[in-house]
């Protein structure tokens, strides 16, 4: 049987994400979305999905984006900048995490916390994935994928659209390179969500349409 999930991120980032989201599962096509735990509209947004139960709901892991963390600053400092706030994208944390400069203490508590946090707000909690597809990273992914079993969440997003996809959207090359790394990543991710017995979608579409959609 072959079932088409069309997921909503950043629930919880801003009031009009939030309702732009409930209009397009009530509505739309939405089936799916995906709760950030520290975002600034978290408690509309739990609100809402207590108000529509049968809106699936993702945890979507958070470690970029200028948002604030779930723990206080102090106690996950090496994931911050100097505002006490998130990174603003991947690219910056993935320099600082490489080079040794995150501690892994930190990046776990921040994690579990963020879980925790979605799991006590008593909400449909369909799987695991993340802002900017941080969860695939190398040195990441086995952290989340563990506390997936950990926490008993069975499913999780693996980001990996085709090599040769376009779907016509017209990109730079940048972001064409760009997505031929995750894709890779998400690969490796799920060989190791396969060998941990977690689910995940077979397709992944997305990544181009990021930021070109239109009305039309």
């Given at each position: 049987?072959?079932?088409?999930?069309?997921?909503?991120?950043?629930?919880?980032?801003?009031?009009?994400?939030?309702?732009?989201?409930?209009?397009?599962?009530?509505?739309?096509?939405?089936?799916?979305?995906?709760?950030?735990?520290?975002?600034?509209?978290?408690?509309?947004?739990?609100?809402?999905?207590?108000?529509?139960?049968?809106?699936?709901?993702?945890?979507?892991?958070?470690?970029?984006?200028?948002?604030?963390?779930?723990?206080?600053?102090?106690?996950?400092?090496?994931?911050?900048?100097?505002?006490?706030?998130?990174?603003?994208?991947?690219?910056?944390?993935?320099?600082?995490?490489?080079?040794?400069?995150?501690?892994?203490?930190?990046?776990?508590?921040?994690?579990?916390?963020?879980i925790e946090?979605?799991?006590?707000?008593?909400?449909?909690?369909?799987?695991?994935?993340?802002?900017?597809?941080?969860?695939?990273?190398?040195?990441?992914?086995?952290?989340?994928?563990?506390?997936?079993?950990?926490?008993?969440?069975?499913?999780?997003?693996?980001p990996k659209?085709?090599?040769?996809?376009?779907?016509?959207?017209?990109?730079?090359?940048?972001?064409?390179?760009?997505?031929?790394?995750?894709?890779?990543?998400?690969q490796l991710?799920?060989?190791?969500?396969?060998?941990?017995?977690?689910?995940?979608?077979?397709?992944?579409?997305?990544?181009?349409?990021?930021?070109?959609?239109?009305?039309?």
């Amino acid at each position: 049987m072959k079932k088409l999930i069309v997921n909503a991120d950043d629930f919880g980032l801003h009031s009009l994400i939030n309702a732009g989201i409930i209009k397009g599962y009530r509505e739309g096509f939405i089936t799916s979305t995906s709760l950030m735990p520290s975002a600034p509209c978290w408690q509309e947004a739990v609100k809402l999905a207590q108000e529509n139960p049968q809106l699936g709901i993702g945890v979507h892991l958070t470690l970029v984006g200028s948002v604030a963390p779930v723990l206080p600053a102090a106690k996950v400092s090496s994931l911050l900048d100097e505002q006490g706030l998130f990174l603003p994208d991947y690219v910056a944390f993935a320099k600082r995490f490489y080079s040794g400069s995150v501690k892994r203490s930190e990046l776990e508590a921040e994690l579990r916390a963020q879980i925790e946090r979605a799991l006590e707000a008593k909400i449909n909690i369909t799987h695991v994935d993340s802002h900017q597809h941080t969860h695939v990273l190398p040195g990441i992914n086995a952290l989340v994928l563990k506390l997936c079993n950990e926490y008993n969440i069975i499913r999780v997003r693996i980001p990996k659209e085709a090599y040769t996809f376009t779907g016509g959207f017209h990109t730079g090359i940048g972001r064409m390179i760009g997505r031929s790394g995750l894709s890779f990543c998400a690969q490796l991710a799920a060989q190791r969500a396969d060998s941990l017995g977690l689910k995940h979608p077979q397709h992944f579409f997305g990544m181009l349409a990021g930021g070109h959609l239109n009305a039309e």
